[in-house]
């Protein structure tokens, strides 16, 4: 155990603590993690090496092997410009002397039991007992602070660094994953496809928005996917697709009675990812000129939502011929007829794209209808 000085707070009967932690006790004690997907994970960090005016002196080999990616974290890749920025702040603060360079708080969390004695009975100062096992303690506010501190430790020498730190014990997963989304979604503006992937486990309970966050992951992680890498998860990375207006079309089929009710429902929800991989596969080859071409739209987010919201048709169709709804020879078949009736050149971008309208609900009306006429009026 480490002993520090602390004041026990109580608010709304949450108790938590106000610390003061060294430096070396920080960079030893505090973990660092970014929310991050499988075999195919998102580095922990965002940026190029040597960006900005000033080249850095931050040893990123390093400092990266310090943190982890897990689909159970739910920080943000560690931005390294920010990091560049705090340690030369550090710098120049211990250099001129006249500054602290970090007066403020940070937020953590304790894995573990903390213990607190109070100097008195009944007095809320005291000595403040943590688990002195590396990694025990998380940081839910203030992590590149904190990044950047572990990088200048060793520039410190055997001068005394505190740093004061509001510590909880033990707070449960989703009220950690809680504050940190109330702390950083307006101040610091977490964007909407990092909130897409906190919600429906580790913000709150909702089967619909995990399945669908479930669907958008197989579209752009599987292999077979004709949507591999094509999507930006969390916001970031090489794909043109957004995340949570993907996953929100998903959402609202899903919480619909769209692919039909009670158990049918239930069974369609756990056998989503594959229909609607094998679903996107028929697309790809049935438009193959419009999917791999430079020149077509079929690949953006108002086309692929389009094909999303026509999927109950879809299945309508496999159930009346009492097929296996991810069936994928039966989902070509009930969707061939987009093929002769709507065709590659209506993806064109400066053609059919252009002339006959890009909306949402305009393609879904053409490819409803193609499903309802299939040898046309």
């Known amino acids: 155990m480490i002993h520090v000085a602390a004041i026990r707070m109580q608010q709304f009967g949450v108790s938590f603590y106000q610390a003061s932690l060294t430096a070396r006790d920080v960079s030893r004690l505090v973990r660092f993690e970014v929310l991050s997907y499988g075999e195919q994970r998102h580095p922990p960090v965002r940026g190029r090496k040597g960006q900005g005016p000033i080249r850095s002196k931050v040893n990123w080999d390093l400092l990266e092997r310090r943190i982890a990616g897990s689909d159970r974290a739910y920080q943000r890749q560690i931005i390294r410009k920010k990091i560049d920025e705090l340690v030369q702040y550090y710098e120049q603060c211990r250099a001129a002397r006249n500054l602290p360079s970090i007066p403020g708080a940070v937020i953590i969390s304790s894995d573990e039991a903390l213990r607190f004695d109070p100097v008195g009975e009944g007095s809320n100062l005291g000595t403040l007992k943590v688990p002195e096992r590396e990694g025990v303690l998380r940081a839910i506010d203030g992590q590149h602070r904190l990044l950047a501190l572990h990088h200048d430790l060793e520039q410190f020498g055997q001068e005394e660094f505190t740093v004061p730190a509001v510590i909880f014990d033990r707070l449960p997963e989703d009220h950690v994953v809680q504050m940190f989304v109330t702390i950083n979604a307006k101040h610091t503006r977490l964007n909407a496809s990092h909130l897409v992937s906190l919600s429906g486990r580790q913000l709150y309970a909702d089967p619909n928005l995990a399945a669908a966050h479930d669907i958008v992951r197989a579209l752009n992680d599987r292999d077979d996917s004709p949507l591999a890498g094509d999507i930006k998860l969390l916001g970031v990375g090489k794909g043109k697709v957004a995340q949570a207006p993907l996953a ?101 971008t400066d053609g059919g794209w252009k002339l006959r309208g890009s909306s949402i609900d305009q393609l879904a009306k053409e490819l409803r209808l193609a499903l309802q006429y299939p040898e046309g009026v």
């Open 248 to 348: 929100q079309e998903f959402k609202s089929l899903l919480a619909s009675e769209a692919f039909g009710s009670g158990r049918k429902g239930d069974d369609f929800r756990e056998d989503s990812k594959r229909f609607f991989v094998n679903y996107f596969k028929q697309i790809s080859t049935l438009f193959a000129t419009a999917w791999n071409g430079r020149k077509y739209a079929i690949r953006t987010a108002p086309a692929l939502r389009a094909f999303v919201r026509v999927a109950p048709d879809v299945v309508k169709r496999l159930d009346q011929e009492r097929a296996d709804r991810a069936d994928f020879r039966m989902i070509g078949r009930v969707i061939a007829p987009w093929g002769r009736r709507i065709g590659d050149m209506r993806f064109e």
